[in-house]
């Protein structure tokens, strides 16, 4: 497997140090996050898109220092009722024509979430009661995301990109393994799942058993951890909105890689993504807050060599015939 990074790891890095910081760390590929809930700290999506000068520009600079690019990412809500729904369109779209004038073939983004009928907001069902809520939803999957997104795979293929890489994440239509299955049943194979472990860890699911139900279905991995906090977790439960600064307070945490599981599971968890047809990149986001960038990047590095670096093709044992 590949250990990789989405760049906002080291946001706060101009371009060239943090591709010597990724270097440094001996990563071998690089995702870029083009806008929406990004500010793009390391790429200009319209003078890319502008400049066939600049791309190759781009391009030769991570190769230079030993790396390809994996992905380009544009996760936001380009289904959100009002203006910004349409803003995040527009780059979801430029996104995508980037990576096929790259000739990059994954794009990771997540679902989007409507409204309900009348809403100036996104509205997250996860539960069928009070009775207006399967109705909500109905109108969510039915008029506005099953149609935006056989829109947005047409777009997609007629540019040569053929993997939507979906981030299973709260306050997205898209949260899930069954919501996954669910638009991908409606839309096509385009769709499949950037599959990042800590979030069903914070909403109770098992991410290996999910990963063996998801199987080829996964295009892309995002490696993060999450820490369940176990007092402020027994008391409140895992539905929690307080800030990530308030960390201290939280029921549970996004944490460095090995903090919140450790090597052991990790383990478990690339083996299970081996065993299904995955063995390709790691890309650790790290976003813990109790953490320096680098130095969770140095340790979220360390654990995945650990972890993966033997996960290759099986080994024929001495005096085995072939």
């Known amino acids: 497997m590949k250990i990789g990074m989405i760049t906002d790891s080291l946001g706060g890095l101009p371009f060239n140090d943090m591709l010597r910081a990724s270097a440094e760390l001996g990563l071998d590929t690089l995702e870029f996050a083009c806008g929406n809930w990004s500010s793009a700290p390391h790429i200009n999506l319209d003078a890319m898109l502008e400049s066939d000068t600049t791309r190759r520009e781009f391009v030769a600079a991570v190769k230079d220092h030993g790396m390809t690019i994996a992905a380009l990412n544009c996760s936001g809500n380009p289904l ?3 203006p910004k729904g349409a803003e995040h369109h527009k780059v979801t779209e430029k996104t995508i024509k980037l990576a096929s004038l790259m000739g990059i073939d994954r794009v990771v983004l997540m679902s989007g979430l409507p ?5 100036a907001n996104p509205n997250w069902i ?3 009661w009070p009775p207006e809520c399967l ?3 109905k109108y969510q999957w039915e008029e506005k995301l099953i149609p935006y997104w056989r829109d947005l795979v047409a777009y997609s293929n007629n540019l040569g990109i053929h993997k939507l890489c979906l981030e299973l994440h709260g306050h997205q239509a898209v949260y899930n393994v069954h919501t996954l299955i669910k638009l991908r049943d409606a839309v096509g194979e385009t769709v499949g799942a950037n599959y990042d472990p800590s979030h069903p860890m914070w909403m109770g699911a098992d991410p290996i058993a999910a990963v063996r139900q998801l199987g080829s279905a996964i295009y892309y991995v995002h490696a993060k951890d999450t820490r369940v906090e176990p007092v402020p977790a027994a008391i409140d439960g895992m539905l929690d909105p307080r800030p990530g600064d308030r960390y201290a307070e ?18 478990q968890f690339c083996t299970a993504l081996k065993q299904v047809g995955y063995d390709d990149v790691l890309s650790i986001e790290h976003e813990d807050m109790m953490m320096s960038p680098m130095e969770g990047m ?6 995945l060599r ?4 033997n996960l290759g093709e099986p080994r024929r044992l001495p005096g085995a015939s072939a």
Do not use: C, F
Request: charged content about 20%; cysteine-free; glycine content about 16%.
């Open 115 to 119: 409204g309900g009928p009348g809403d």
């Open 80 to 82: 959100h009722p009002g």
């Open 306 to 309: 650990n972890v993966a670096i």
């Open 298 to 303: 140095r340790k979220s590095v360390e654990l």
């Open 250 to 267: 939280r029921t549970w945490n996004y944490i460095t890689l090995g903090y919140g599981h450790g090597e052991t599971w990790w383990r």
């Open 135 to 137: 109705e909500i939803q």
């Open 126 to 128: 996860i539960t069928d």
